[in-house]
């Protein structure tokens, strides 16, 4: 997938514009596949002028938002997860190859910066137990703006009069899904890890 498609599944979510390596925080080094996609996507949210209003792009597909920070606020996500928000201590369960990229409700996407994988857990089950949601950083992105796109698309349609998300829906957005990552089955695999059909 090219930057230039990613772009354009994640536009109607918040503002791009490309950002040096140079914002980075943190101090490990920057993954390439990062410094690449904050370069060529570069999920801001901000205006040049002020620091207010939401930052990064935030993904709808039902439940929480999906958060992607600007890469100068990707450091600070660590916290919680890699180190005690409160004390500072490393969290011995935190993988050091574990880097979060963006979260759901504090449930963490997670680049493997050994493997180039992206990993999803679910916070409050004790210790970590990651599972592969994509190969590659642009699969998952692509794959979550996606999943936004089509309920965008369906709008008030995709719900019952409870709130509750339709059938028809839910077989709607693994449709699309399907279509974008190549077969109804890596369709099916990406949504189970998400637990998306139980949300």
């Known amino acids: 997938m090219s930057y230039t498609a990613l772009c354009t599944l994640l536009a109607p979510w918040g503002e791009l514009r490309p950002q040096p390596a140079s914002d980075w925080q943190g101090p490990i080094p920057l993954p390439a596949a990062l410094a690449d996609f904050y370069a060529q996507v570069g999920p801001c949210g901000e205006t040049y002028h002020a620091q207010v209003g939401p930052?990064?792009?935030?993904?709808?597909?039902?439940?929480?938002?999906?958060?992607?920070?600007?890469?100068?606020?990707?450091?600070?996500?660590?916290?919680?997860?890699?180190?005690?928000?409160?004390?500072?201590?490393?969290?011995?369960?935190w993988c050091e190859q574990w880097l979060v990229v963006a979260d759901q409700g504090a449930d963490p996407f997670i680049l493997d910066t050994a493997s180039g994988e992206v990993l999803f857990a679910f916070h409050g089950a004790g210790t970590w137990q990651p599972k592969l949601?994509?190969?590659?950083?642009?699969?998952?992105?692509?794959?979550?703006?996606?999943?936004?796109?089509?309920?965008?698309?369906?709008?008030?349609?995709?719900?019952?009069?409870?709130?509750?998300?339709?059938?028809?829906?839910?077989?709607?957005?693994?449709?699309?899904?399907?279509?974008?990552?190549?077969?109804?089955?890596?369709?099916?695999?990406?949504?189970?890890?998400?637990?998306?059909?139980?949300?």
């Open 55 to 93: 930052t990064g792009v935030s993904l709808d597909i039902g439940g929480n938002p999906v958060d992607i920070p600007p890469l100068h606020k990707l450091w600070q996500r660590q916290a919680g997860y890699r180190w005690n928000a409160v004390s500072g201590e490393r969290i011995a369960d």
């Open 133 to 199: 949601l994509a190969a590659t950083l642009q699969t998952a992105f692509g794959g979550l703006a996606t999943m936004a796109n089509a309920m965008a698309e369906l709008g008030d349609d995709a719900f019952d009069d409870t709130g509750e998300l339709l059938a028809t829906a839910r077989a709607a957005v693994a449709a699309s899904l399907a279509s974008y990552l190549g077969s109804a089955p890596q369709a099916a695999q990406f949504l189970d890890v998400l637990e998306w059909y139980q949300a």
